[in-house]
C-alpha cells in the first residue's frame, strides 16, 4: 500500500500517457537567434484526440517534431506514462512517440516492403520484438512478411481508402496523398502510444479525408492517443483544439459536430491479428 501522498501522485502520472512542459523552440534566421515558441504545456490522455491548429508560421509542426525529439532546435521536457524521456533511446522514444509527416518518405521496392520498413530495422536490430510487442521464439529466424503479413497490410489500406493501390506497386508511383496514407498506415500498424499527425489529410476529398479521420478514430478507441495538425472544419473525433499563435497555446474544448464512421475493418483486422498472436 502506497502512502496517501504518493498514491496521489501516482494517480496523476498515470491519468496522462504524454506529457510536455517548458517546450521551446529557437531558431537562427539571418544570423540570429529567432524564438517561435517557449515555455510551452501540454498533458495528453489515453485514446485522446487533440486537433493542433494554428496560422502558418506559428511553430506547429516544430512543436510536433519537438514532442518525437526530432527537432535539434527544440527542448523541454518530455513523459511517456510517467517516465522521463531520458530514460529512452531516441528510437525507443520515437517507436512510442511517432511522428508522421505531411511528406513522408517511403523506402523500398514495393508498397508492402516500405509499410514493413520498421519490422525490417527491427528483425536487423533484433530487439526481439513481434508485431512490436511481443517476444518471439529465439530460435526461429522470422522474416518481416512473418510479422506483418500481406492480408494485414491490405484490410489496412482498404480501410482508409487505398483499395486501388496493389501491394506490389513502386512507391515512387504514388500521389501525394496515397503517399500520405500508405505512410499513415505503416505507422498505426506499428502501435505507437503517441500518433503525431501533421496534416496527413491534407490533399485528400473529403470521403478519403473521412475514412482517415475513422481510422484515428478507431485507434483512438483502442487506446492510441492522437495530436493532429489540421486546417480542416472540427470533424467530431476531437475532444480538445489546441491554437498555437504568437507563441501561445490555448487549449479549448472541440465543438461537437456529428462524425460518421463506417470503416471497421482496421479494428476488425487488429482484433483477429491480435488472437492469432496471442
Not at 533484433?126 to 529466424?141: N, Y
Not at 515512387?172 to 501533421?198: E, F, I, M
Not at 495538425?229 to 479549448?252: F, K, M
Given at each position: 500500500m502506497l502512502p496517501n501522498g504518493?498514491?496521489?501522485?501516482w494517480c496523476w502520472i498515470m491519468q496522462y500517457v504524454f506529457s510536455a512542459s517548458n517546450v521551446s523552440?529557437?531558431?537562427?534566421?539571418?544570423?540570429?537567434?529567432?524564438?517561435?515558441?517557449?515555455?510551452?504545456?501540454?498533458?495528453?490522455?489515453l485514446g485522446e484526440i487533440v486537433d493542433l491548429v494554428g496560422p502558418s508560421g506559428s511553430g506547429k509542426s516544430s512543436l510536433l517534431t519537438a514532442f518525437a525529439r526530432l527537432n535539434p532546435n527544440a527542448k523541454g521536457d518530455f513523459q511517456l506514462e510517467g517516465r522521463s524521456a531520458s530514460e529512452?533511446?531516441?528510437?525507443?522514444?520515437?517507436?512510442?512517440?511517432?511522428?508522421?509527416?505531411?511528406?513522408?518518405?517511403l523506402i523500398g521496392s514495393s508498397v508492402a516492403e516500405a509499410i514493413r520498413l520498421p519490422f525490417t530495422l527491427a528483425i536487423r536490430a533484433g530487439e526481439g520484438k513481434q508485431g512490436f510487442g511481443r517476444k518471439w521464439s529465439s530460435g526461429k529466424s522470422l522474416k518481416p512478411a512473418d510479422l506483418l503479413p500481406d492480408a494485414r497490410i491490405r484490410a489496412t489500406l482498404d480501410a482508409i481508402g487505398c483499395a486501388d493501390i496493389d501491394l506490389g506497386r513502386a512507391p515512387h508511383d504514388l500521389s501525394g496523398g496515397q503517399a500520405a496514407r500508405v505512410s499513415l498506415a505503416r505507422t498505426l500498424l506499428t502501435s505507437p502510444k503517441v500518433l503525431l499527425a501533421d496534416e496527413v489529410d491534407a490533399g485528400l476529398d473529403d470521403e478519403n479525408a473521412d475514412k482517415v479521420a475513422s481510422i484515428m478514430a478507431q485507434a483512438a478507441e483502442r487506446g492510441m492517443t492522437v495530436i493532429r495538425i489540421?486546417?480542416?472544419?472540427?470533424?467530431?473525433?476531437?475532444?480538445?483544439?489546441?491554437?498555437?499563435?504568437?507563441?501561445?497555446?490555448q487549449s479549448a474544448n472541440a465543438p461537437r459536430t456529428t462524425a460518421t464512421n463506417d470503416s471497421n475493418d482496421f479494428a476488425a483486422q487488429s482484433d483477429s491479428m491480435q488472437g492469432a498472436q496471442a
Amino acid at each position: 500500500m502506497l502512502p496517501n501522498g504518493s498514491q496521489a501522485v501516482w494517480c496523476w502520472i498515470m491519468q496522462y500517457v504524454f506529457s510536455a512542459s517548458n517546450v521551446s523552440c529557437v531558431v537562427p534566421v539571418d544570423g540570429e537567434q529567432r524564438t517561435i515558441f517557449s515555455g510551452l504545456s501540454v498533458d495528453m490522455k489515453l485514446g485522446e484526440i487533440v486537433d493542433l491548429v494554428g496560422p502558418s508560421g506559428s511553430g506547429k509542426s516544430s512543436l510536433l517534431t519537438a514532442f518525437a525529439r526530432l527537432n535539434p532546435n527544440a527542448k523541454g521536457d518530455f513523459q511517456l506514462e510517467g517516465r522521463s524521456a531520458s530514460e529512452f533511446t531516441p528510437q525507443q522514444w520515437r517507436s512510442q512517440v511517432a511522428y508522421l509527416p505531411q511528406k513522408p518518405v517511403l523506402i523500398g521496392s514495393s508498397v508492402a516492403e516500405a509499410i514493413r520498413l520498421p519490422f525490417t530495422l527491427a528483425i536487423r536490430a533484433g530487439e526481439g520484438k513481434q508485431g512490436f510487442g511481443r517476444k518471439w521464439s529465439s530460435g526461429k529466424s522470422l522474416k518481416p512478411a512473418d510479422l506483418l503479413p500481406d492480408a494485414r497490410i491490405r484490410a489496412t489500406l482498404d480501410a482508409i481508402g487505398c483499395a486501388d493501390i496493389d501491394l506490389g506497386r513502386a512507391p515512387h508511383d504514388l500521389s501525394g496523398g496515397q503517399a500520405a496514407r500508405v505512410s499513415l498506415a505503416r505507422t498505426l500498424l506499428t502501435s505507437p502510444k503517441v500518433l503525431l499527425a501533421d496534416e496527413v489529410d491534407a490533399g485528400l476529398d473529403d470521403e478519403n479525408a473521412d475514412k482517415v479521420a475513422s481510422i484515428m478514430a478507431q485507434a483512438a478507441e483502442r487506446g492510441m492517443t492522437v495530436i493532429r495538425i489540421r486546417h480542416r472544419p472540427p470533424d467530431g473525433r476531437a475532444t480538445r483544439i489546441l491554437t498555437l499563435a504568437n507563441g501561445v497555446l490555448q487549449s479549448a474544448n472541440a465543438p461537437r459536430t456529428t462524425a460518421t464512421n463506417d470503416s471497421n475493418d482496421f479494428a476488425a483486422q487488429s482484433d483477429s491479428m491480435q488472437g492469432a498472436q496471442a
